[in-house]
C-alpha cells in the first residue's frame, strides 16, 4: 500500500471522514441542523395543537354561550330606549332617574364589580377561544407548504389533476379548444 493510500485510509478509511468530523467541531452540519429544527417545530406543532384541540359542547354549554351574549346588547339597547323614552315621557323618565339617584354608593360599586368581572371573564374566554383557533390553523401548515411546493414544482394543472382529475382533462380540452393567439391572427 502506497503513502498516498494510506494517507486517504487514515484520513477517510473506516467508514470515518476526518475532514468533515473536524470542520463539524467549529460549524455546525447545515442538513443536520435542519433537519433537527424539522423536528422541534413539528414538536411544538404538535404539543400546542393537542393542548387546543377542540372539544364538542353539549346543549348546556351552547345554551350558556347563547345567554353570554345578551348582557351587552341589552345593556346597549336599553341605553337606547332610556333615550327614546326620554323624549317619549319626560315625566316617567324624571321618575325612574330619581329612584336611579336614590340607590346607595356601595350598590353602584358593587354592580361596577361585577360587570367589571363578567366582561373580563368574557374577553380571557374568548382570547382563549382565538388561541385555539390559530393552533388549529398552525396544524394545517405542512398541508398548505405541500401544496404550495407542488404548485411551485408543477405548476396549477400538476395540483388540479391529482386533487380532480375531471376538472384537470376539462382544462386540458378547453387548452387544445382554445382560440389563436393575437400573434398568430396577423
Known amino acids: 500500500m502506497g503513502l498516498i493510500a494510506r494517507i486517504f485510509t487514515m484520513i477517510f478509511g473506516d467508514g470515518r471522514n476526518a475532514v468533515r468530523e473536524t470542520v463539524e467541531v467549529f460549524r455546525e452540519n447545515a442538513e443536520a441542523g435542519a433537519a433537527r ?64 339617584a336614590l340607590v346607595p354608593e356601595p350598590l353602584w360599586w358593587l ?38 411546493d407542488t404548485l411551485r414544482q408543477g405548476g396549477e394543472d400538476s395540483v388540479v389533476d391529482v386533487q380532480n382529475p375531471a376538472l384537470g382533462a376539462w382544462r386540458a380540452e378547453a387548452r387544445k379548444a382554445a382560440l389563436p393567439d393575437a400573434g398568430d391572427l396577423r
Not at 363578567?118 to 382563549?128: D, N
Open 37 to 100: 429544527a424539522k423536528e422541534v417545530q413539528l414538536a411544538a406543532l404538535a404539543a400546542q395543537g393537542a393542548e387546543f384541540r377542540a372539544t364538542r359542547r353539549g346543549a348546556f354549554d351552547r345554551i350558556m354561550d347563547g345567554l353570554n351574549r345578551l348582557p351587552r346588547p341589552v345593556m346597549a339597547l336599553g341605553c337606547i330606549g332610556l333615550v327614546i323614552v326620554a323624549m317619549i315621557d319626560p315625566v316617567w323618565f324624571s321618575a325612574r332617574m330619581a329612584g336611579l
Open 111 to 148: 354592580l361596577g364589580v361585577i360587570v367589571s368581572f363578567y366582561f373580563g371573564a368574557r374577553h380571557q374566554a374568548k382570547g382563549q377561544e382565538f388561541q385555539r383557533s390559530i393552533a388549529e390553523t398552525l396544524t394545517r401548515v405542512p398541508q398548505v407548504k405541500g401544496a404550495i
